[in-house]
């Protein structure tokens, strides 16, 4: 469906990530975190519904993109993972929400001349989702412990809409403290 670009470079410094907790703040520069924000939310339907307004901002362009809604069912990760690739989207932001609720892996980094930096590993909460902003490095989806489904917001259209980065020597994740 879509074509991929590739790269290849090595890593000079320490192979193993850390993981975070995935708190707005730390991931601002990645995109959006999706959690219930008492800040965004407002009774609807007569007060029997809360809304939290506006956690994301979906990004799809070029001629004849479109935002989808997609199901995605990811099997679980072996640890000690290796980090060996990192992909973006140049076209389309996607975001990933759990709805199995059980926690997840996020490995994002910033771009370095059009290459990832360093990456970074975040621990999501089960009630907790991410909205990668188009061109933001990421790693593909990583479920714990056993299948999970998400909720994926992302963009169809035509273009070249992944672009991939492989590690000359992969960055290690050791098992999640969960």
């Given amino acids: 469906m879509f074509a991929t670009g590739a790269f290849r470079a090595s890593n000079s410094v ?25 800040a965004s939310m407002r009774y609807i339907n ?3 519904t809360e809304r939290f307004h506006a956690l994301a901002a979906p990004e799809a362009v070029g001629e004849g993109a479109r ?5 995605f069912r990811g099997q679980p990760r072996s640890f000690p993972y290796e980090v060996g690739m990192m992909e973006r989207h140049p076209f ?53 412990g056993e299948p999970s489904d998400f909720l994926v917001v992302d963009r169809d259209g035509p273009g070249n809409n992944l672009e991939e980065f ?3 020597d992969p960055f290690i994740i050791k098992e999640p403290g969960l």
Avoid: C
Avoid at 18 to 35: C, H, M, N, R, Y
């Fill in 14 to 38: 320490s192979k193993y990530l850390e993981i975070q907790s995935l708190t707005k703040s730390a991931f601002a520069s990645f995109g959006d975190v999706i959690e219930a924000d008492p």
């Fill in 46 to 48: 007569g007060g029997n």
């Fill in 67 to 71: 935002v989808i809604i997609n199901l």
């Fill in 92 to 144: 389309g932001s996607q975001s990933f929400s759990p709805i199995s609720g059980r926690p997840f892996l996020v490995v994002v980094s910033e771009d370095e001349g059009g290459r990832p930096a360093r990456p970074q590993a975040f621990l999501a909460r089960g009630d907790q989702g991410v909205n990668y902003r188009r061109n933001v490095w990421h790693h593909p989806l990583m479920a714990l």
């Fill in 166 to 168: 492989f590690f000359d």
